[in-house]
């Protein structure tokens, strides 16, 4: 960067780097990151920028997720509206995910770390972009700016939010251009939140590790909040030695990204060959299936997910919404049967849908009159503004009702 243009960024506020942070005299006896992590710098045409580069067989098995398996990406183009990516091969799609200098993100925040991973031809890479010092900022982005050239898509945890928006300002300020514009981007978390929200309290990427890939992380580990810390402290001290735990966190990042990519691929692609899917599972594929349109996928898992078992009120759930889906392919008699069985279960929703049937399709004002005062016994007591509108439309539709029996029956 000219010294006219960071002169000027100054002017305006803009903090470069990490000027907020002042590093004290490196101690002699701290070790070079060099010493503690294999790797080599690589040029630039603004300096050079360390790598470590790790390779895995295509035999690594993550949890219990192999590396090598086959997977077609149809459903996961179709959910994250990236349709660029069911052409894509696997080589051809980047997982990222970045260490930062703070957590909360803003104009001063940047990236120390990059990690990125890719599926090879001898198995998959792990390249760790290193920032030595924030003053060698631009070789650290131009580096990973021509090793993402390739790729046509980015797979992230959270990237939507924190990593590509974070990457993108830096690429601004160093005026290189951004990398990301020209790709498209799955960002898994939005997806996990999706699948396994009615199953996991928590769907961090360590979680998913633990509960859906079955893995576990070594004592090298370093907490993802104290990661900034172990940074600052490197560069005031000068001794990289903690940050082997760091460059093992990034590292592992990656390794469960490209795992949970492949895992939820397959999962989504053959939800009806497994039989180790959670019946809680299969309900939110059904509903994902329904969203994008395959009803009669969504039919099928929905009914495996009900015979399988459910908790109750997932349960009713589930009952209702198979109900809407019956009803949004016409076919009138299975809705009204799975809406009865839900009704009777407990579910005040499909009471007042078959009230609603039965007054507007049938007009059988006796028969829904029933199922609006079935509904009204049912509901829970008053706890909640919803419940008191629920009950206010409960009562008016029953008075509407009873005032077309009473005009039906003074005709005859």
Known sequence: MNESLREKLKS??????????????????????????????????????????????????HGKVRFDRCVRL????????????????LEEIVFLDTETSGLAGGAGTFAFMAGVGSFTNTGFQVRQFFLRDPSQELPFL????????????????????????????????SRLGTPFDNMEHIDLLH????????????????????????????????????????YVDYLKSGDAQPLEGVFYHNAVDILSLAGLF?????????????????????AAIAQLYQELGDLEGAVQLYEKS????????????TLHTYGHLHRKRGEFEAAIR????????????????????????????????SWAEKALTILPNVESSQDRITRDELIHRICRLRGKIQKQESRS
């Open 74 to 89: 149809k459903w996961l183009a179709a959910w994250g509206k990236t349709p660029g990516l069911e052409q894509n091969r």
């Open 306 to 317: 009900i015979a399988q078992g459910l908790p109750h009120s997932f349960f009713l759930k």
């Open 142 to 173: 131009a580096g990973l700016l021509s090793y993402l050239h390739p790729f046509k898509t980015v797979v992230t945890f959270n990237g939507k939010s924190f990593d590509i928006p974070l990457m993108n300002n830096r690429y601004i300020l």
């Open 338 to 369: 799975v809406w009865e069985r839900a009704a009777n279960e407990g579910m005040v929703d499909s009471c007042i849908e078959l009230a609603k049937y039965y007054e507007h399709t049938c007009r059988d004002h006796l028969t829904a009159v």
């Open 262 to 282: 492949l895992f939820t691929a397959e999962l989504l692609e053959e939800p009806f060959s497994a039989s180790d899917i959670h019946s809680l599972d299969l």
């Open 12 to 61: 305006l506020g803009v903090q470069l780097g990490a000027s907020g942070i002042k590093p004290g005299k490196p101690k002699n006896t701290g070790k070079k990151i060099e010493q503690i992590i294999d790797g080599n710098d690589i040029q630039t045409p603004f300096g050079n920028v360390f790598v470590a580069i790790s390779d895995y067989p295509p035999s690594y098995q």
């Open 191 to 230: 997806l996990a939140r999706r699948l396994w929200r009615n199953r996991l309290e928590k769907r961090a990427l360590g979680d998913l590790e633990r509960e859906i890939l079955n893995f576990r992380r070594t004592q090298e580990e370093v907490p993802g909040w104290l990661v900034p810390q172990y």
